[in-house]
């Protein structure tokens, strides 16, 4: 489950194995599952336990201080969060590369809603993902070109549990080197969709998700994290969150000028040139302030409605969320199992449910 809102500075999550493929109107040729199923593998391959990794005289006492702490956030995650306790998450692979993958979304010229691509196991989900970033590229250009089109990498994914017999996923070394905090938030999101993930949900799952990784990194921060680590991550999560409001409050722009049937479709198109020159304007000022840091210039540059949208997809019922654990006693299991009651019922009644909680 692709975490988009995490942009160029922290975690990306790519959906379980089996939806990885795919497409809504097209069947995906055997290549693209060939690519699928051995990218994973080699995933695998590569993953050794972290007592081996510890015990190897060749491993540098710096990433052995990473291992140890993210072992520690996994027991956190089962004794203090309720969540899974099984084998994902204490073997670790360093794969040689920036991304285990790459996403591909799509969107129309004046609309925020993603293309999907639908699979048997995890339903239509709105994004394609590549092990080769060559192969993501590839698609991205087959697509219709009337479609504003992105590709971005992921530094994270989860296979919902299935391939626990086989080790289950992986910590990586595309993202063990950040802050502790955000480490533990993606341990913490990866395995939440262990617990609850409903089919052709996107939105659900992911904010659910999100919602588990922040409560869960809340707490982690105030009971586990030294005072060194919370600064650290303050630092990270206070740039991620005003570049977060500035991308949302475009987001909501772009949708109000897309809305309007007061408007023919050139004059969207100006209104949306101007919203877009506002936000790269808007993103400078806010960059001036952050002494250097560039991380989010990446995502900026390749901004367009599939970058909005995708972002939406993370963030968009995690106020019900927040709520509903609020609702439960801030206990994470009970939380969980009125997820699951949500997650049973149809998908309109679900999210006009979570929308109804927020505040």
């Known amino acids: 489950m692709t975490r988009g809102r995490r942009t160029a500075v922290a975690v990306l999550t790519a959906g379980a194995l089996w939806a990885l493929g795919g497409c809504a109107q097209h069947a995906p040729g055997p290549g693209y599952y060939w690519q699928s199923v051995t990218g994973h593998l080699g995933v695998m391959r590569a993953a050794r336990p972290i007592d081996d990794w510890l015990a190897d005289s060749a491993t540098p006492d710096a990433l052995k201080a990473r291992l140890r702490r993210a072992q520690a956030i996994r027991d956190y995650a089962s004794t203090a969060l309720a969540l899974p306790d099984n084998a994902s998450y204490r073997r670790y692979a360093d794969l040689g590369r920036r991304a285990v993958l790459h996403n591909v979304v799509a969107a129309p010229a004046l609309s925020l809603q993603l293309q999907t691509w639908c699979f048997p196991v995890a339903g239509c989900v709105a994004y394609r993902g590549y092990y080769d970033e060559a192969d993501a590229r590839a698609f991205a250009a087959s697509l219709d070109p009337a479609l504003e089109v992105t590709v971005y990498p992921v530094f994270a994914y989860s296979t919902l549990g299935w391939t626990n017999w086989l080790g289950g996923d992986p910590l990586l070394n595309t993202f063990l080197p950040y802050p502790v905090g955000e480490v533990a938030r993606t341990v913490f999101h990866e395995l939440a969709h262990q617990v609850v993930f409903v089919a052709g949900d996107t939105v659900f799952n992911e904010s659910f998700a999100t919602a588990v990784e922040r409560l869960g990194g809340d707490r982690w921060l105030a009971e586990q994290a030294t005072d060194a680590e919370r600064a650290e991550y303050a630092r990270f999560d206070e740039r991620r969150r005003a570049f977060r409001a500035l991308t949302a409050r475009t987001r909501e722009r772009l949708q109000a000028i897309y ?49 909005f949208a995708t972002q939406a997809l993370y963030d968009g019922l995690v106020p019900g969320f927040v709520a509903l654990f609020e609702r439960e006693g801030r206990d994470f299991a009970r939380f969980y199992d009125a997820v699951r009651g949500l997650a049973e019922r149809p998908l309109d009644d679900r999210h006009a449910a979570l929308r109804a909680l927020a505040p």
């Open 259 to 307: 809305a309007d049937a007061a408007l023919d479709d050139a004059a969207k198109t100006v209104r949306k040139t101007e919203a877009m020159a506002t936000f790269r304007a808007d993103y400078e000022r806010l960059k001036a302030g952050w002494g250097g840091f560039a991380g989010y210039d990446a995502w900026v540059a390749r901004a367009n409605n599939a970058s």
